[in-house]
């Protein structure tokens, strides 16, 4: 898949995270998305520097966002500018998480008992609340909307979006020979109004096992020293390039 490099001016840096730097641009409603090589896990108290890393996410992500728009998903994505920038339209991002489970690990299995590797049919979708300091804490539709995290016309579409997006990226991976265990989204409004997927769709934030032998392919490699991270996300990235 061939992007299209344009160039865009980077101004003032807006905002710095774990994985991301966000620039302004010479347009108000776009910015720039930089991706780190930093990998960090358990609210950051695991991190570390991996090199390629930023590279390989901005690739990884920015395919899938032009697979979801062509399949009429609404995300914040314009262009892949850089090896590991994109432009993107600028979001108010919702302080909310949208986790779609295929298959029982993490949280689930140490919160509510549910064995390992139970699958799920249909995929159970929860909600998280962003907050570090609270730890990511669960909250029900009543919660989001009695908080404020998002506007009351947005949660159902939340919900509907992220299974519609399961259908796709489950199908996607599955041609790669890769399980889509689970995943997270992150949606926010555009300038034009409109409720969309935001942020970055990459190995990060999303559980990859291989369909053959099970081996992770995701940042629980990093999380349980369960293999060299860089290993499994190349490899997600070759098998996508490839199908």
Same mark, same amino acid.
């Given at each position: 898949?061939?992007?299209?490099?344009?160039?865009?001016e980077?101004?003032?840096?807006?905002?710095?995270?774990?994985?991301k730097?966000?620039?302004?641009?010479?347009?108000?409603n776009?910015?720039?998305l930089?991706?780190? &090589? #930093?990998?960090?896990?358990? &609210?950051?108290?695991?991190?570390?520097?991996?090199? =390629?890393?930023?590279?390989?996410?901005?690739?990884? #992500?920015?395919?899938?966002?032009?697979?979801?728009?062509?399949?009429g998903?609404?995300?914040?994505?314009?262009?892949?500018?850089?090896d590991?920038?994109?432009?993107?339209?600028?979001?108010?991002? %919702?302080?909310?998480?949208?986790v779609?489970r295929n298959?029982?690990t993490? #949280?689930?299995?140490?919160?509510?008992?549910?064995?390992? =590797?139970?699958?799920? #049919?249909?995929?159970?979708?929860?909600?998280?609340?962003?907050?570090?300091?609270?730890h990511?804490p669960?909250?029900?539709?009543?919660?989001?909307?009695?908080?404020?995290?998002?506007?009351?016309?947005?949660?159902?579409l939340?919900?509907?979006?992220?299974?519609k997006?399961?259908g796709i990226?489950s199908?996607i991976?599955?041609?790669?020979?890769i399980?889509?265990?689970d995943?997270?989204?992150?949606?926010?409004?555009?300038?034009?109004?409109?409720?969309?997927?935001?942020?970055?769709?990459?190995?990060?934030?999303?559980?990859?096992?291989?369909?053959k032998?099970?081996?992770?392919?995701?940042?629980?490699? %990093?999380? %349980?020293?369960?293999?060299?991270l860089?290993?499994?996300?190349?490899e997600v990235?070759?098998?996508?390039?490839g199908?």
């Amino acid at each position: 898949m061939g992007f299209i490099i344009i160039l865009v001016e980077k101004r003032k840096k807006l905002y710095e995270g774990k994985a991301k730097v966000v620039y302004e641009t010479e347009d108000p409603n776009k910015v720039i998305l930089l991706f780190k &090589d #930093s990998a960090s896990a358990f &609210d950051g108290v695991k991190r570390a520097d991996v090199e =390629g890393k930023g590279v390989i996410n901005n690739t990884i #992500s920015s395919i899938l966002f032009e697979i979801l728009e062509r399949e009429g998903v609404k995300t914040h994505y314009i262009e892949k500018i850089s090896d590991r920038e994109m432009l993107v339209w600028k979001a108010e991002r %919702f302080p909310v998480e949208v986790v779609v489970r295929n298959v029982a690990t993490g #949280s689930i299995v140490r919160r509510l008992g549910v064995r390992e =590797g139970t699958e799920f #049919s249909p995929p159970l979708v929860e909600f998280f609340m962003k907050s570090d300091e609270l730890h990511d804490p669960p909250v029900c539709e009543a919660h989001i909307v009695l908080l404020k995290l998002a506007p009351p016309e947005a949660v159902s579409l939340m919900k509907e979006t992220a299974v519609k997006v399961n259908g796709i990226l489950s199908g996607i991976f599955a041609k790669a020979g890769i399980k889509l265990v689970d995943f997270k989204l992150e949606f926010g409004k555009l300038p034009d109004g409109s409720v969309a997927v935001v942020d970055e769709i990459t190995p990060d934030s999303m559980r990859l096992w291989d369909m053959k032998t099970g081996e992770r392919l995701d940042k629980d490699r %990093f999380r %349980f020293d369960l293999g060299e991270l860089m290993e499994g996300y190349k490899e997600v990235l070759k098998r996508l390039s490839g199908s």
